[in-house]
């Protein structure tokens, strides 16, 4: 038995959670773009 009611309250604190997971991908990814254009041998 489904209760969309409840589904309904959830879906913003999924939408945070996903939002946060996708941030901290974009940290990591531009502090590992920024290391290799610091650190490479030109």
Known sequence: MLH?????NSLPIMGYGM???????GVIIGVVT??????SDK
């Open 4 to 8: 969309f009611d409840l589904l309904l």
């Open 19 to 25: 939002l946060g997971i996708f941030v901290v991908t």
């Open 34 to 39: 920024l290391l290799n254009k610091i650190t």
